[in-house]
């Protein structure tokens, strides 16, 4: 998918809404209850764990064509460039729409952005800031600049997640004001952003009127709320439930 399909996709006056899965039927629960982004991850290998391109082809096939599908391509804190790209242009090979980035504070990250930049100006990369490593090149000092190389290599989105789900979701670890500045900064350069990272059915309220373009959730649509347990039914009707909410709420005065 290109960059400006999947921003016309995304772009509104309510957030759409992520539903990261392990399988095809996750992945058709997901797509069923409603939700904008099918997000196919292996949340057993990490935050941003991925599953291999067979994988990620068998939950193509079983959602057909018509579903957003977005994945991973693992957690590699080193940001080897090259690896990096093999793994992008695996998933989309195996039929995803978006391939997901984690971005460590690592010093090969501003060449491994860079050098991205002839995938991103045809297909949909969105890398993924995690909250919780935020140091060095992803320092809070250094996020302008981030981004703004990030657009500047056509990178068509920003997530901010967490990389330690044991840790506190994202709104109690960084406070509503910073995500809001973080939204803000994003769409300031022109990327779509994201919010992720253990979040709740009750962040739904505090993070909608942020503005972001996406919401993302894995554990609090699952049992017991545990991101390696299997989606449950009931759990992912109540965030559709709350997001369809926001949805038809009459957009804020500017």
């Given at each position: 998918?290109?960059?400006?399909?999947?921003?016309?996709?995304?772009?509104?006056?309510?957030?759409?809404?992520?539903?990261?899965?392990?399988?095809?039927?996750?992945?058709?629960?997901?797509?069923?209850?409603?939700?904008?982004?099918?997000?196919?991850?292996?949340?057993?290998?990490?935050?941003?764990?991925?599953?291999?391109?067979?994988?990620?082809?068998?939950?193509?096939?079983?959602?057909?064509?018509?579903?957003?599908?977005?994945?991973?391509?693992?957690?590699?804190?080193?940001?080897?460039?090259?690896?990096?790209?093999?793994?992008?242009?695996?998933?989309?090979?195996?039929?995803?729409?978006?391939?997901?980035?984690?971005?460590?504070?690592?010093?090969?990250?501003?060449?491994?952005?860079?050098?991205?930049?002839?995938?991103?100006?045809?297909?949909?990369?969105?890398?993924?800031?995690?909250?919780?490593?935020?140091?060095?090149?992803?320092?809070?000092?250094?996020?302008?600049?981030?981004?703004?190389?990030?657009?500047?290599?056509?990178?068509?989105?920003?997530?901010?997640?967490?990389?330690?789900?044991?840790?506190?979701?994202?709104?109690?670890?960084?406070?509503?004001?910073?995500?809001?500045?973080?939204?803000?900064?994003?769409?300031?350069?022109?990327?779509?952003?994201?919010?992720?990272?253990?979040?709740?059915?009750?962040?739904?309220?505090?993070?909608?009127?942020?503005?972001?373009?996406?919401?993302?959730?894995?554990?609090?649509?699952?049992?017991?709320?545990?991101?390696?347990?299997?989606?449950?039914?009931?759990?992912?009707?109540?965030?559709?439930?709350?997001?369809?909410?926001?949805?038809?709420?009459p957009a804020p005065a500017p």
């Amino acid at each position: 998918m290109s960059p400006a399909a999947l921003e016309s996709r995304l772009r509104g006056a309510a957030p759409r809404w992520l539903a990261s899965v392990l399988d095809p039927a996750e992945a058709v629960l997901a797509r069923d209850a409603g939700a904008d982004v099918v997000d196919a991850k292996d949340p057993r290998a990490g935050a941003l764990g991925a599953l291999a391109p067979r994988q990620v082809r068998a939950i193509r096939d079983a959602l057909g064509a018509g579903t957003l599908l977005s994945a991973t391509t693992g957690d590699l804190p080193a940001m080897p460039p090259a690896a990096i790209e093999d793994a992008a242009r695996a998933v989309l090979q195996a039929g995803a729409d978006v391939a997901k980035v984690a971005l460590y504070p690592a010093p090969q990250l501003h060449a491994c952005i860079e050098g991205l930049a002839p995938l991103a100006r045809e297909h949909a990369l969105v890398g993924v800031v995690l909250a919780d490593r935020l140091q060095g090149p992803c320092a809070p000092r250094h996020l302008d600049s981030l981004l703004r190389r990030m657009a500047g290599a056509r990178w068509c989105g920003v997530m901010l997640d967490t990389a330690d789900k044991r840790e506190a979701p994202l709104p109690r670890l960084l406070g509503v004001p910073r995500l809001r500045e973080f939204v803000d900064l994003a769409h300031a350069h022109g990327l779509l952003c994201g919010l992720a990272g253990s979040l709740r059915l009750q962040h739904v309220g505090e993070l909608a009127p942020l503005r972001p373009d996406l919401l993302g959730f894995r554990g609090a649509l699952c049992r017991a709320s545990l991101r390696t347990a299997g989606i449950d039914p009931a759990r992912i009707a109540e965030v559709a439930s709350a997001m369809r909410a926001r949805a038809l709420e009459p957009a804020p005065a500017p």
